[in-house]
């Protein structure tokens, strides 16, 4: 049949694609069908709050509500969706509400965006928006259900549906609490008492007041606006022709084949059969296909029908719709062991990705994936469980098989099509009638990095089994059983036939066990390249023990036979089984966070500093309507860049070119070091610079080697990735290791002013010691920033030569430079401008100046505008990140635990340049005389290796030196069998080594606050009752053991000048301006504050008045030079002091301002904090129960700034302690590409208890109003965590120590950072279950 035909056949084509955003109406005649959501809106309409911070569905940033109209049922469902996977096609006749939607500052805010901004929930802002669109989708929803009418005020939801609302959504600045607490505001059955610290109401309020004073909600006015024009346009199928790209949207299967059938003789590349589309978010779109078929709108593949005999499911359906399906049961009611059965496959899917990705991934779509590209899926392996049947259709030809053969086929055809499923209603085989107990269990698992979902299981597994109590033998028989496995490193879920066999018709005893289990590990194998199979193993072997050993109610009995009789005792009553049971049960929460405490001591002293004023732009930040550098609209004739970088560490670059056979759309050109006029600086600081581009010469895998310009963002990483580099390796050896480095003598000097001095005689601190340890190693990992928004900049070319770029940087002032030198022309000539910079810990500082450079030097050469917005890959592979390091240290120490001297040898991988590398002695050392060592010595090394340069990242080197101090106390303690909180206490420092250590930075001996804050951490937080208790669970629980630490950081501040400026306006309106950069720390609030005291001084009229007169505005490198570096945690202190100068002496500006400051330098400052986890022996999985901090900030200048700079800084180090793992390959190229593979903490990963108290520690004549800093120490604190896992793991290895699983030196290990699921599992024994079992047999 010809084209033409077929086309008739699926109804007329060239149809309008129709849609609105916001109410507005779009109809557009043309669209390339591989345009997604977010490509639309950002760069079609003026709605810029969605954000594009992973363009894969693993962050949240674009989420969009989307409404449909559903003609059938004359309703409409709103529903949210990730618009950087939802194609533009599909939306047709909807109607999509993005932030500025929910409210906006010309509409008036909506009370999520005002709560939000109240609660201080919004740092940087980049996730904000779509943190809002996701709880006003879950308001909107709970508010339409038939549920009783909420109290006035609040609507239908519950507190838990609140805090899952946003559990796929990321954030990397607030810690996620502050944003919990926001959602919960709305929560009919919340306690106004668990809601944490926000600027609406005073504490001791009562719940009236405080209800009062929250911006009003209304769940009368939440449901979301449907507009009526839509309605006519819901048309059943579209189809839409575009430049010889096609879209269809069939309606019935003939349609579909027709279709499938016009496309033969093609290789399937073509054409792309879509539903939600969001398997791109995995695998990523290489190929541009000219037609889509979209299969929503068949009916046979969207049904879901209810019988006795189960639940079909049509391909299409939805995940969120099949788990809907799947709790609702029947009308006609399904038996009680059906109905468990749906209920648990639904409870699973729940964890399935996010509830954004679950409202358009179709269950077809997954198992497609499962079956043609060995996706690790989970409703593969929990359908598999309970036999499910597939329909399949190619070309004419229907199938109905089980989905166990459908899995195992070779990969289907592209015109293979998956039509539906069917899960069958279990019942009992056994007759009931005939007086046997029987039983149907079922149980799936699932073991991944965050609990509840956004992240792929290292395994999942589910079981269905029917047991017996056995009349004769008072045990339990298993009558049969399916046990499937999946996401393992195989090809596909499979059932454990072998172990199934084995296990059918025996009584369950320990011996029958640890055969099943023996059998099981032959059966579970993870294919070659699996990361970490051992642990994927022992999972298999936790989950099987935590399913059948409950059943096992006599161990004694080990003998295996048939059972032949039954009775109809209570067997599940049974209250032995039932505590068997228990010990398995993860901390059962209804809810993810239970109510914290957060303790700050106003003063009013310099009214309004120190006040918890909401942070300036909150709001706008809410409703996306605050502008970041990707969101500036782009000039006429913008071109696009991407970088290509290098894969191979150090190679000569012979020539760049494009794929053979490859013809990358809309390329304009490659600008490479042969392009620089001036020298080639991408990056500088005062230690050196870096290239912009590699010359002939790679000096690492990541280096930027070119730039290829595009006329689209899109078209430009196309052409990036279709690059080829021609290398030269020969005789270039590289160095890949800090020991290569050292054996090479390759290393970056560091400038005496640095070099950090030696404290006592090491020597003879040694000869004190009653015992050493020697040659101990620590190794230490990298850590990425993972800034919401990748580094992004626009180059607009200006009239003379001149050149304005936006950047969203750190340091404007340094981009400045580098373009300024790069382009080889006048620092004048340049103008560098930052408004808003979305999230930068670090990473956009130094690492943003290249990106600024690359395109500045583009518009220059091309003379037009040229922007970047790096992509999530490119951003991880260049980043460098966090410094990794090598460390060996001897230690002395006395019997009782006193450490007498402490010698460190440091090599610190600092990659191809020096950066702000040689600030990392200082910095480390600083940190590490936390502890009094009695003797310090050390020799660091700052390794150049052929690895990205490293770069500053929140605390760098003070959260490993944080670290290694605690690595040693805890190796010490082990070493003498002593609790380790004991020799911490022991080690503290007493107000005259803490002179020696510090000299005059130690300050007065009143301001040492650390002993009393340690002391009143105990008290505060039950530190021994909460020790003695903890002591008991671990004696009576065999597989969850605890774990309580407590540890004390000290924090050397450095302040540094920073300009300053305040106008006064005609209108006496204020406009201010600072050196430092708005990065989410609040400085621009607290810049604010000052402003408003410091005028307020000089009358200038009452400061509330002043706070809204005032503006503080975008940096500008041209206006206010010298701005420096925003970073050390004190640029807002530092600016602030700038802005109290300029208000005190208006004329004088910044004269003797530098004096000042220096004179300022080397304060110190104090934090400690109690910790305790709760650590699952099976998976490895680690729970953060509790965290008390109690933080001296001397007197804040904004606690709730304060407040979450610390719970956002404490969680970013959680991550670094527990989650984030940023690999390389053997080339030393970044492997970790995004959201899949670099898990960040999520609202379900941070402490379930969040305590902080902010102490006030009042005056010091050297600090700026007497603040201390607060964005960097606290992630030191996290390194508590670390230390709290590693107690409990040290309970679990005496524990297999006992069953005969280790020996003797089982207290000594080493804990690896981040310390993931394997690692803790591998520590705590990955045959742990397997020796138990054994000596349990033994014993017998
Ligand atoms: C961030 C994220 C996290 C995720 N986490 C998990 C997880 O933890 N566990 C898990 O199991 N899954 C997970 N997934 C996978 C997710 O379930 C699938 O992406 C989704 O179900 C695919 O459905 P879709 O409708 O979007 O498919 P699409 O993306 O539209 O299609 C996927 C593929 O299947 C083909 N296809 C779709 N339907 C059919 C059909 N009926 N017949 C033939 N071919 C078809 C398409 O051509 C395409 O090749 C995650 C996905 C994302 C984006
Ligand atoms: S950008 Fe869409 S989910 Fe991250
Ligand atoms: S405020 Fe959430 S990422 Fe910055």
Known sequence: ?????????????????????????????????????????????????????????????????????????????????????????????????????????????HPIQERFSGFHASQCGYCTPGMCVSLYSALVNADKTDRPEPRPGFSKLTVSEAEKSIAGNLCRCTGYRPIADACKTFATDVDMEDLGFNSFWKKGDTDEVKLSRLPPYNQNNATCMFHEFLKKEAKVGFNMASEGCHWYSPISLEQLQSLLQMDEGNDGTSMKIVVGNTGMGYYKELVHHKKYIDLRYIPELSIIKKDQTGIEIGASVTISKAIEALKEGNEDGFNQEGNMVFKKLADHMERIASGFVRNSASVGGNLIMAQRKHFPSDIATILLSVDTMVDILTGQRQESITLEEFLARPPLVSKTVLLGIKIPCWKLCRDISSKTYTKLLYETYRAAPRPIGNALPYLNAAFLAEVSLCKTSAGIALNNCRLAFGAYGTKHSIRARKVEEFLSVKLLNVGVLYEAIKLLESSVIPEDGTSSPAYRSSLAVGFLFEFLSPLINNPADISSFSCDGYNSALLFNDSKIKQNFDQFDQIKFSTLLSSAKQVVQLTEEYYPVGEPIT???????????????????????????????????????????????????????????????????????????????????????????????????KNADMAANLAVIDYDKENLEPILSVEDAFERSSFFEVPPFLDPEQVGDFSKGMAEADHKILSAEIKLGSQYYFYMETQTALAVPDEDNCMVVYSSSQCPEFAHDSIAKCLGIPGHNVRVITRRVGGGFGGKAIKAMPVSTACALAAYKLHCPVRMYVNRKTDMIMAGGRHPMKITYNVGFKTNGKITALKLDILIDAGMSADISPVMPHNMIGSLKKYNWGALAFDIKVCKTNRPSRSAMRAPGEVQASFISEAIIEHVASALALE?????????????????????????????????????LATSSSFYHRTEKLKEFNRCNKWRKRGISRVPIVHPVMLRATPGKVSILRDGSIVVEVGGIELGQGLWTKVKQMTAYALSLIQCGGTEELLEKMRVIQADTLSLIQGGFTSGSTTSESSCEAVRLCCNILVERLTGLKE?????????????????????????????????IIYDCGQSLNPAVDLGQIEGAFVQGIGFFMLEEYPTNSKGLVVAEGTWTYKIPTVDTIPKKFNVEILNSGHHKKRILSSKASGEPPLKLAVSVHCAIRAAIKEARQQLHSWGGLDE???????????????????????????????TIGRK
């Open 980 to 1016: 380790v909180d004991s020799v911490r206490s022991i080690n503290l420092h007493k107000y005259d080594s803490l002179e020696l250590f510090f000299k005059t930075s130690a300050g007065e001996p009143l301001e040492y606050t650390l002993p009393s804050i340690w002391d009143k």
């Open 615 to 713: 942070k300036t732009g909150a709001t706008i930040q809410a409703s996306g309507e605050a502008v970041y550098v990707d969101d500036i609209s782009s000039p006429r004739n913008c071109l696009h860049g991407a970088f290509i970088y290098s894969t191979e560490p150090l190679a000569r670059v012979k020539g760049i070119k494009f794929k053979p056979g490859s013809s990358p759309d809309g390329v304009t050109t490659l600008i490479s070091f042969k392009d620089i006029r001036g020298e080639n600086i991408g990056a500088q600081t005062i230690f050196g610079s870096e290239p912009l581009f590699a010359d002939e010469l790679t000096e690492c895998a990541g280096q930027r080697i070119a730039l290829v310009v595009a006329d689209t963002q």
């Open 1156 to 1188: 000042r400051l220096v004179e300022q330098m080397g304060s110190i400052k104090w934090e400690t904090l109690i910790l305790q986890v709760e650590v699952n022996l099976l998976t490895g999985q680690t729970t953060i129960l509790q965290t008390d």
């Open 1305 to 1335: 030196s089982h207290s000594v290990f080493q804990l690896e950072v981040p310390a993931t699921m394997p690692v803790v599992k591998e520590l705590c024994g990955l045959d742990s279950v397997q020796r138990f079992l054994q000596w």
């Open 1 to 109: 049949m010809g084209e033409q035909t077929q086309i008739t056949t699926t109804k007329k084509i060239e149809q309008t694609l129709v849609f609105a955003v916001n109410g507005q109406r779009f109809e557009l005649s043309q669209a390339d069908p591989s345009t997604t959501l977010l490509e639309f809106l950002r760069s079609q309409t003026s709605f810029k709050s969605v954000k594009l911070g992973c363009g894969e569905g693993g962050c949240g940033a674009c989420v969009v509500l989307l409404s449909k109209y559903d003609p059938k049922h004359d309703k409409v469902e709103d529903f949210t969706v990730s618009s950087c996977l939802t194609l533009l096609c599909s939306v047709n006749g909807c109607s999509i509400t993005t932030a500025e939607g929910v409210g906006n500052s010309k509409d008036g805010f």
